[in-house]
């Protein structure tokens, strides 16, 4: 596989581009926006291509209030499981 500076049809994808860039320039603005995003997608490495639709997954979980919030239910709920049992241990000796 050979790079497109070392390649010899480097002026005729150059010429290509020049096209698509000159109809892009009459597109709409998010059109041309929605295209290039996808461009740039395709020249991603394969690996960031698999982890970048779990970015927005787990991006909401980078935030200390995520954490505290989630820590804090869990412990309730073993605190409220914890209570039920000696309660009922409680209650059963009398």
Same mark, same amino acid.
């Given at each position: 596989?050979?790079?497109?500076?070392?390649?010899?049809?480097?002026?005729?994808?150059?010429?290509?581009?020049?096209?698509?860039?000159?109809?892009? %320039? #009459?597109?709409?603005?998010? !059109?041309?926006?929605?295209?290039? @995003? &996808? $461009?740039?997608?395709? %020249? #991603?490495?394969?690996?960031? !291509?698999?982890?970048?639709?779990? @970015? &927005? $997954?787990?991006?909401?979980?980078?935030?200390?209030?995520?954490?505290?919030?989630?820590?804090?239910?869990?412990?309730?709920?073993?605190?409220?499981?914890?209570?039920?049992?000696?309660?009922?241990?409680?209650?059963?000796?009398?």
């Amino acid at each position: 596989m050979v790079l497109l500076k070392d390649s010899s049809s480097k002026e005729v994808i150059r010429e290509q581009y020049e096209q698509l860039w000159s109809e892009l %320039l #009459l597109r709409d603005e998010e !059109k041309a926006e929605h295209v290039l @995003k &996808k $461009i740039e997608y395709e %020249l #991603l490495p394969t690996r960031q !291509k698999i982890l970048r639709p779990w @970015k &927005k $997954i787990i991006s909401p979980f980078k935030t200390r209030l995520i954490w505290i919030i989630l820590f804090s239910v869990m412990g309730l709920y073993l605190l409220a499981y914890v209570l039920f049992i000696f309660v009922s241990l409680w209650i059963e000796d009398y």
